[in-house]
């Protein structure tokens, strides 16, 4: 009886993900392809020297480059000398997939400085950035996203057209090499999408948006924040000239760094202030299922004094970008309403009033990337991002970073094979997850009728499909009282090639709902323990202690109020480990005790605020629960 | 004589970028660096953050400038009591020193350029 019930739980869970993949491409079949969806890791987040401000920071390589280093292969570090560059570097494990989102604005700009003969090649913007290229980064950057009404230099003609005109060379690049660097054969061992930044920066806060398309067909030319200068118009644009506008189009834009928005990017308002109204709700909700919630440039998810001692990670000590160059003092709180989490909640506030949620996030990380190197998530061999604060144009430096960053995420994708249709599907229906680094494996399942004893059931994915939504779904409360339950699975990364993974620490479950129109956040640990005896060994970066290969629970919530909306994600915990900045002061042998101090570059190395050690994570998308 | 050691400092004395660089380098490049962000401000126009941007590099420019004069006043005091002919051997060999180092060895950070380091020369061109 019981085989009877967990074949037909097995065949209605692979009957029902068939239906769920749409080919809206011409491809061979991968052959690995698993109905029950397996886990891609990936990076949206990059930049090449297509993008001013990398090219400003001394990278070079462009889409190719980048793409094959995804695959495994090296690529050429600052500096650069005669097309020769002065390192190189090579990830420890490929990723599965990767989208070069070189910024919109500025890529005609960029070519046209780097191109001699280019119209507006000898301007004396064009002069100052070949010649003083730091000072032409901090002009260009001021001139463009710290404005409040960014326009284009004279050398791009009359409405920017020469500018303009100039970015379709490397947007065609950035789709050539797209296409080039996708295996469309039955191996499907890497997946690249056609995509790119809008930089959306009002005021130095960050809006920024990464925009994904589905396959190869794509806008003409890519949005951008000079002409269209609002999210709403980014969101239009996309409408027109991708869903309406061309057949096979579809396209998903993916916010980031809310950390630095100084609370507008979650805004329960429009640009310029009107209230968020319900077509506008409806379009974000319908374009925006993913946010960043981790990368270099810090932690989203929650703010130091959110109540949870775990926010403390990574959070960045200023609220709005432009302040990048002008810190707070570490630890000092930064103000609420800019975190994926406040998101979240107030997001079923704005669903009762509204009749749709706008904030209906899935979760991923990534790296953002400014040296052309997606995937570089290792804290051991940290290089830096080349973006904003240390310039790698004379080098990596032997302090890489500005202390503050780290060196970003990944996006992990549950599909079916690892194919752009696959991919882009579990990005729309949110079956995603962000980890800061680790290839940590989760799965997550909520549902009214799952089984208590999924823990350790060999069909836990089939049956948690049959039974119940994953990550990113959407349950409606039934009329009936029945137990909300989610079950939640990690397993430890399982490899990191030549250097050893971390043991799981445990598994927490956070919630957030409404009551009596308060929002509220709650975090339960559902497995594993905070055991202090498990730490590191700050010397030699060694683990130490206990700790978890796998963890696994079926947490129910007792106090679900049917009749209420809630979100529910999980988060995975690592034991302690050494943050990237350790890793650095230890190969170069800092001693803050030692007689004749430390040399200026390795300073932060004996910042008493520096963070010694950091928590390793992932997070999965949350689950909604609608109210009966 | 204070002239000259105004000239000589202004063209060689390694002075730290405050902000928006990473010196040390000659006074010099701090102004070739404030001239060729006015030329795109008179040209392009400036936002607040472009204006508060050439405002740094104006201000560390006058300032290196003021010390500059400073040091070279208080040097050319510092010799008013030796014979007019000695003064100007020891100006002359001075000058002729401290030009031969600076050509010679990467003495110079060029905050905001192409280099890591360079020798006189190169930090101004």
Same mark, same amino acid.
């Given at each position: 009886?019981?085989?009877?019930?967990?074949?037909?739980?097995?065949?209605?869970?692979?009957?029902?993900?068939?239906?769920?993949?749409?080919?809206?491409?011409?491809?061979?079949?991968?052959?690995?392809?698993?109905?029950?969806?397996?886990?891609?890791?990936?990076?949206?987040?990059?930049?090449?020297?297509?993008?001013?401000?990398?090219?400003?920071?001394?990278?070079?390589?462009?889409?190719?480059?980048?793409?094959?280093?995804?695959?495994?292969?090296?690529?050429?570090?600052?500096?650069?000398? /005669?097309?020769?560059?002065?390192?190189?570097?090579?990830?420890?494990?490929?990723?599965?997939?990767?989208?070069?989102?070189?910024?919109?604005?500025?890529?005609?700009?960029?070519?046209?400085?780097?191109?001699?003969?280019?119209?507006?090649?000898?301007?004396?913007?064009?002069?100052?950035?070949?010649?003083?290229?730091?000072?032409?980064?901090?002009?260009?950057?001021?001139?463009?996203?710290?404005?409040?009404?960014?326009?284009?230099?004279?050398?791009?003609?009359?409405?920017?057209?020469?500018?303009?005109?100039?970015?379709?060379?490397?947007?065609?690049?950035?789709?050539?090499?797209?296409?080039?660097?996708?295996?469309?054969?039955?191996?499907?061992?890497?997946?690249?999408?056609?995509?790119?930044?809008?930089?959306?920066?009002?005021?130095?806060?960050?809006?920024?948006? #990464?925009?994904?398309?589905?396959?190869?067909?794509?806008?003409?030319?890519?949005?951008?924040?000079?002409?269209?200068?609002?999210?709403?118009?980014?969101?239009?644009?996309?409408?027109?000239?991708?869903?309406?506008?061309?057949?096979?189009?579809?396209?998903?834009?993916?916010?980031?760094?809310?950390?630095?928005?100084?609370?507008?990017?979650?805004?329960?308002?429009?640009?310029?202030?009107?209230?968020?109204?319900?077509?506008?709700?409806?379009?974000?909700?319908?374009?925006?299922?993913?946010?960043? $919630?981790?990368?270099?440039?810090?932690?989203?998810?929650?703010?130091?004094?959110?109540?949870?001692?775990?926010?403390?990670?990574?959070?960045?000590?200023?609220?709005?970008?432009?302040?990048?160059?002008?810190?707070?003092?570490?630890?000092?709180?930064?103000?609420?309403?800019?975190?994926?989490?406040?998101?979240?909640?107030?997001?079923?506030?704005?669903?009762?009033?509204?009749?749709? #949620?706008?904030?209906?996030?899935?979760?991923?990380?990534?790296?953002?990337?400014?040296?052309?190197?997606?995937?570089?998530? /290792?804290? /051991?061999?940290?290089?830096?991002?080349?973006?904003?604060?240390?310039?790698?144009?004379?080098?990596?430096?032997?302090?890489?970073?500005?202390?503050?960053?780290?060196?970003?995420?990944?996006?992990?994708?549950?599909?079916?094979?690892?194919?752009?249709?696959?991919?882009?599907?579990?990005?729309?229906?949110?079956?995603?997850?962000?980890?800061?680094?680790?290839?940590?494996?989760?799965?997550?399942?909520?549902?009214?009728?799952?089984?208590?004893?999924?823990?350790?059931?060999?069909?836990?994915?089939?049956?948690?499909?049959?039974?119940?939504?994953?990550?990113?779904?959407?349950?409606?409360?039934?009329?009936?009282?029945?137990?909300?339950?989610?079950?939640?699975?990690?397993?430890?990364?399982?490899?990191?090639?030549?250097?050893?993974?971390?043991?799981?620490?445990?598994?927490?479950?956070?919630?957030?709902?409404?009551?009596?129109?308060?929002?509220?956040?709650?975090?339960?640990?559902?497995?594993?323990?905070?055991?202090?005896?498990?730490?590191?060994?700050?010397?030699?970066?060694?683990?130490?202690?206990?700790?978890? /290969?796998?963890?696994?629970?079926?947490?129910?919530?007792?106090?679900?109020?049917?009749?209420?909306?809630?979100?529910?994600?999980?988060?995975?915990?690592?034991?302690?480990?050494?943050?990237?900045?350790?890793?650095?002061?230890?190969?170069?042998?800092?001693?803050?005790?030692?007689?004749?101090?430390?040399?200026?570059?390795?300073?932060?190395?004996?910042?008493?605020?520096?963070?010694?050690? $950091?928590?390793?994570?992932?997070?999965?998308?949350?689950?909604?629960?609608?109210?009966? | 004589?204070?002239?000259?050691?105004?000239?000589?400092?202004?063209?060689? =004395?390694?002075?730290?970028?405050?902000?928006?660089?990473?010196?040390? =380098?000659?006074?010099?490049?701090?102004?070739?660096?404030?001239?060729?962000?006015?030329?795109?401000?008179?040209?392009?126009?400036?936002?607040?953050?472009?204006?508060?941007?050439?405002?740094?590099?104006?201000?560390?420019?006058?300032?290196?400038?003021?010390?500059?004069?400073?040091? =070279?006043?208080?040097?050319?005091?510092?010799?008013?009591?030796? =014979?007019?002919?000695?003064?100007?051997?020891?100006?002359?060999?001075?000058?002729?020193?401290?030009?031969?180092?600076?050509?010679?060895?990467?003495?110079?950070?060029?905050?905001?350029?192409?280099?890591?380091?360079?020798?006189?020369?190169?930090?101004?061109?």
């Amino acid at each position: 009886m019981r085989c009877a019930l967990a074949l037909g739980l097995t065949l209605c869970a692979l009957a029902w993900s068939a239906t769920a993949l749409e080919r809206t491409e011409a491809r061979e079949d991968c052959s690995a392809h698993d109905p029950l969806r397996q886990p891609f890791f990936g990076d949206t987040h990059v930049h090449t020297g297509f993008s001013f401000d990398a090219w400003g920071q001394g990278t070079l390589p462009g889409p190719d480059e980048a793409y094959r280093f995804a695959k495994g292969e090296p690529i050429g570090l600052p500096p650069w000398s /005669d097309g020769r560059p002065g390192d190189s570097v090579a990830l420890r494990r490929p990723l599965d997939w990767a989208i070069v989102t070189d910024h919109s604005d500025l890529l005609g700009e960029t070519r046209i400085c780097q191109t001699p003969g280019a119209p507006g090649y000898g301007s004396i913007v064009c002069r100052v950035v070949r010649h003083f290229p730091g000072l032409g980064y901090v002009l260009v950057n001021g001139h463009v996203y710290a404005s409040e009404s960014p326009r284009r230099y004279s050398f791009c003609g009359e409405g920017g057209r020469q500018c303009l005109e100039a970015a379709r060379g490397p947007w065609r690049e950035t789709r050539r090499a797209a296409e080039a660097h996708y295996d469309r054969s039955a191996a499907c061992r890497f997946t690249t999408f056609v995509g790119y930044e809008w930089t959306g920066m009002p005021g130095g806060r960050n809006l920024h948006r #990464n925009v994904v398309f589905r396959n190869e067909v794509a806008q003409e030319a890519p949005t951008t924040y000079i002409e269209t200068p609002t999210p709403e118009g980014l969101w239009q644009a996309l409408e027109r000239e991708c869903l309406a506008g061309a057949p096979r189009c579809d396209v998903l834009a993916i916010p980031h760094n809310s950390n630095v928005s100084g609370g507008l990017m979650f805004a329960a308002a429009r640009s310029g202030g009107a209230p968020l109204d319900e077509g506008t709700a409806r379009t974000r909700a319908r374009l925006e299922r993913l946010v960043e $919630i981790t990368q270099h440039k810090g932690d989203s998810e929650c703010g130091v004094g959110a109540g949870d001692e775990l926010c403390s990670y990574e959070t960045l000590p200023f609220e709005i970008m432009s302040e990048m160059a002008t810190p707070r003092a570490w630890g000092e709180p930064i103000p609420e309403g800019s975190y994926v989490r406040d998101a979240l909640v107030d997001g079923l506030a704005l669903g009762e009033k509204l009749g749709v #949620n706008p904030f209906r996030f899935g979760l991923i990380g990534s790296t953002d990337t400014h040296l052309a190197t997606p995937g570089m998530v /290792d804290e /051991d061999r940290h290089i830096g991002h080349a973006a904003g604060l240390v310039n790698a144009r004379h080098g990596i430096p032997p302090f890489p970073d500005a202390p503050f960053f780290n060196p970003g995420g990944l996006a992990v994708l549950w599909a079916e094979e690892n194919s752009r249709d696959a991919l882009f599907e579990a990005m729309h229906r949110r079956e995603a997850y962000g980890t800061s680094g680790p290839r940590i494996r989760v799965r997550f399942f909520g549902g009214f009728e799952l089984p208590q004893d999924l823990c350790g059931a060999p069909d836990f994915a089939a049956r948690g499909y049959a039974a119940g939504v994953p990550m990113g779904g959407v349950l409606r409360a039934p009329a009936t009282a029945s137990p909300l339950r989610f079950a939640v699975w990690a397993l430890r990364d399982p490899d990191r090639g030549d250097a050893p993974s971390t043991p799981l620490q445990r598994i927490q479950i956070v919630k957030g709902w409404l009551e009596d129109g308060e929002t509220r956040v709650r975090v339960l640990d559902v497995a594993g323990r905070a055991d202090p005896t498990a730490g590191v060994d700050l010397a030699t970066c060694r683990p130490h202690g206990p700790g978890a /290969d796998q963890l696994c629970a079926v947490w129910e919530d007792p106090e679900h109020d049917p009749t209420r909306p809630a979100v529910y994600y999980a988060r995975v915990v690592e034991n302690p480990s050494c943050r990237w900045s350790q890793y650095v002061c230890n190969r170069h042998g800092v001693d803050c005790t030692a007689a004749g101090g430390t040399p200026a570059v390795l300073e932060p190395c004996c910042d008493p605020e520096l963070a010694r050690t $950091i928590q390793e994570r992932a997070w999965t998308s949350p689950i909604w629960v609608d109210p009966r | 004589m204070r002239r000259w050691l105004f000239a000589l400092l202004l063209l060689t =004395a390694p002075w730290p970028l405050l902000l928006l660089g990473d010196g040390p =380098a000659p006074p010099l490049r701090s102004l070739w660096l404030a001239l060729a962000a006015t030329a795109v401000v008179a040209t392009e126009g400036a936002s607040v953050t472009v204006r508060l941007i050439l405002g740094v590099l104006w201000g560390q420019t006058l300032l290196a400038f003021g010390v500059c004069w400073v040091v =070279a006043w208080g040097l050319s005091r510092g010799v008013s009591g030796l =014979a007019v002919t000695t003064r100007r051997r020891l100006v002359i060999g001075l000058v002729l020193l401290v030009l031969g180092v600076a050509s010679a060895l990467p003495i110079y950070h060029t905050p905001m350029g192409n280099r890591p380091r360079s020798n006189l020369w190169q930090a101004l061109s």
